[in-house]
């Protein structure tokens, strides 16, 4: 069914990619990283296939460049945010932020177990990748620790979504005239990563299981 709001936002931020190039990606990536709702598969892959345009003022690898600095940079203002204004705050105004306390609980045991490997898996999750940044702030994760796998894990989607991007603008000329067929497009592409992203992240939980000490 058509949204009129959705397409309105959707045309929103191609618009901001077209007009603004590497600062819209950074941009919208950041907000992405937050409690923003905007998703990574209507910001990068629109701007790789501008990156195939001939005179375009982007390219591919500066997309994926861009798009995981604005990854890290809306990440760090979630921890910082979540660090700073402590568990009281959270657990009391977590709510308006997809973050009630019963989830707070939980995102904090999750850290405490998976901790780095937690943070890296989350980055190719949708929905976990928006949140994960506030329990990792809430226990105080090492954010050197925190840094390097955020900025991987970032790294590596944006580089799945650019190549997504820049397939389906090969293969579908046109398609940035319908916002909606390329997010179509682009998440029917995207499935069977984030499926094997989710395979790893559960055969990483078992080997963390079956190797844990026994007291």
């Known amino acids: 069914m058509h949204n009129p709001r959705m397409h309105e936002f959707l045309v929103f931020c191609m618009d901001c990619i077209q007009q603004w190039g590497y600062w819209g ?5 950041a907000m992405e990283s937050s409690i ?17 345009f001939p005179d375009a003022s982007m390219s591919f690898w500066g997309v994926v460049i861009a798009g995981t600095v604005g990854s890290y940079l809306g990440s760090c203002v979630m921890y910082f945010m979540a660090l700073w204004l402590g568990r009281p705050f959270m657990f009391r105004f977590g709510k308006y932020f997809l973050m009630p306390p ?57 580089w799945v979504l650019a190549w997504f991007g820049d397939k389906v603008g090969r293969e579908h000329p046109g398609i940035m005239e319908s916002p909606e067929a390329l997010v179509h497009a682009v998440k029917d592409e995207s499935h069977l990563v984030v499926l094997a992203i989710v395979m ?12 844990r000490n026994k007291k």
């Open 25 to 29: 990606v950074v941009i919208l990536m």
């Open 36 to 52: 923003i709702p905007v998703p990574s598969e209507i910001v990068v892959p629109p701007a790789a296939i501008a990156a195939t």
């Open 102 to 158: 019963h989830k707070i609980e939980k995102a904090e045991v999750f850290m405490n177990k998976y901790s780095t490997a937690g943070i890296f898996f989350a980055r190719f999750l949708p929905v976990i990748r928006h949140l994960i940044s506030i329990p990792a702030g809430l226990v105080k994760m090492n954010f050197t620790m925190f840094s390097l796998a955020t900025i991987t894990g970032s790294a590596i989607w944006c």
């Open 200 to 211: 790893l992240a559960g055969l990483y939980a078992l080997m963390k299981y079956m190797t």
